[in-house]
């Protein structure tokens, strides 16, 4: 009985996130703008040479999503904290952790939609062909984008308690998000390019690996970020 | 429904709490019965919002021991919450959901059932007419009915509300007073943080005075309440006179 209404909790929560950033327009627009807007400046640092665009294609893609993702985490705790949101939400009972999951499933949910317009912007932009793995690859992405918005999410509840969030959070995110981005680099990198090192299983391993620990780690530790 | 564990429905032992070097708290006890409604008065910064925070669960005291129903605010945290009623200063809405997905959200939290009738608690406070608006385009007045109708859907043992009338008009007040009224002659308690007596006239039984985070004074409201059992006996009384 308690579990079923944790998971009615936990819908609520990501259907309130949702139902407010769909509202809103401002949100999703201006996460999924930037994101397009930093790979157009990648692609006007590397130039013209195209083998030097897809080179640096998969960097560019990671690097352009997680700029954009800690606009969409901060906005995501930003609705609390207008007009005292989150104190009303820390009053209902319950687990903390139903609170963390809600916000997760409603981050990825958008942060998976940014993904895949500045992953269409990339392909054209970089002049990258579609491997024959595509499958794999959007593994990596999906494993990826699942680390970003797990860290995201927890740290951005983390710097919301504090005046400065807005640079607070990439503060403590990006150094956390270093393994998490370090394989999804390589191992998109490698599927990219054919992976003839067979090396993106390995790192697909260690995105996956890394995803969970940070899942666990984060799910028992979120009660003492929310709580004062 | 948490089983009681105390006799008391409010009751702080030595609550201190300090901001950075700062006691805002310096060791506050006070006793509320089931059944009581007390004010809750003192100056501004003089720690009347921070007591009623720890009571709340939305902040630790930092020495001191705060129960509702014996249950320890600090450590028994979800007991508490479901025992408790607490109205904010602020209304703690969502813009972008309209009055009543605002209503469905706290519903769902609170784990009630589906067929739970939200209209009807919209209705009460005065809301029937906006119940599918967003709360974007609703008055500071409107959103505090909003706000007490989500009150309402808690069925609390114990009200906590900080300053309760602010932005309320005349019928809010009413509105306000007879929610607080009922609740108590159902034996919750409310603790109640006013800056003026004058709303709330008639519905306390006490007022309990803060200063420098101390409990400066406890004593009997100007105008107290007149409970079920002496409005009975007045009653009965006014007849036998006739």
Known sequence: MAFRDDVRRIRAIAWKDLTTERRSKAGFNSVAALGVTILVLFGFALGPDAQALRDAAAGALWLSALFAGVLAFNRSYQVELESGALDQLLQYPGPRWVIYVGKLIANSLFVGLMLIIVIAVGIALFQVSIPAAWPSLLGVFALGAVGLVVLGTFYAAMASRSRAREVLLPLLLFPMLVPVLLAAISASKALLVGDMMHEAGAWIKLLGAYDLIFFVATLWAFEYVIEV | ???????????????????????????????????????????????????????????????????????????????????????????????????????????????????????????RVGLGHVINERVRGFSAGMQRRLA????????????????????????????????????GNAGGAALVVLHELAPAAGVLDRTITIENGRVADSRPAPVPRLRPRTAERAAAGAGGGR
């Not at chain 2, 300090?18 to 006691?23: L, S, T």
Request: charged content about 20%; glycine content about 10%; overall charge negative.
């Open chain 2, 1 to 123: 429904m948490v089983t009681s564990k105390s006799e008391l429905a409010i009751e702080a032992q030595g609550v201190a709490r300090r901001f950075g070097a700062r006691w805002v708290l310096r060791g506050v006890s006070l006793q509320l019965e089931p059944g009581e409604i007390v004010g809750l008065l003192g100056a501004n910064g003089s720690g009347k919002t921070t007591l009623l925070r720890i009571f709340g669960t939305l902040l630790k005291p930092t020495a001191g021991t705060a129960l509702i129903y014996g249950h320890d605010v600090a450590r028994e945290t979800d007991a508490v919450r479901s025992e408790l009623g607490f109205l904010a200063h602020t209304p703690g809405l969502y813009d972008d959901l309209t009055a009543r997905e605002n209503l469905k959200f706290g519903a769902m939290m609170l784990g009630l059932p589906a067929g739970n009738n939200l209209d009807a608690a919209l209705e």
């Open chain 2, 148 to 183: 007490l109708a989500r009150l309402l859907l808690r069925h609390a043992r114990v009200l906590l509300l900080d300053e309760p009338y602010s932005n309320l008009d005349t019928a809010g007040i009413a509105l306000m007073n007879e929610i607080i009224t009922e609740a």
